[in-house]
């Protein structure tokens, strides 16, 4: 087993776009200059990796899905950084996926 299996990946829903959540991650890892400080080292229209002290690895990906933008995070060391980042956005109602019952041909509907 390699060290990054036991990466945790967080999920949340937010009402944000996905380019505001980005944003936000840029401003929420780089503010104030302690050890859980972490800065833009690449970014794509759905996500952003960051990297903080030792090399750390912070990734947040974003997509939007029913209800609003799904948001996931994952770091190795930064697990407690990455969950008060998730935390501080603002929650979308969660949806539930619509169940599809088929009926047989020629079934009264």
Do not use: K
């Amino acid at each position: 087993m390699h060290q990054q299996s036991r990466r945790q990946l967080q999920v949340v829903l937010t009402t944000l776009a996905t380019n505001e959540v980005l944003d936000a991650a840029v401003r929420f890892f780089s503010r104030g200059g302690g050890v859980y400080s972490a800065f833009l080292e690449t970014r794509g229209p759905s996500h952003v990796v960051l990297r903080g002290q030792g090399g750390e690895e912070i990734a947040i990906g974003a997509h939007v899905v029913a209800g609003g933008t799904s948001v996931s995070g994952s770091s190795y060391l930064f697990d407690q950084q990455v969950c008060r980042f998730l935390d501080s956005l603002p929650r979308a109602a969660a949806v539930e996926e619509p169940v599809v019952v088929s009926q047989a041909p020629g079934a009264a509907t």
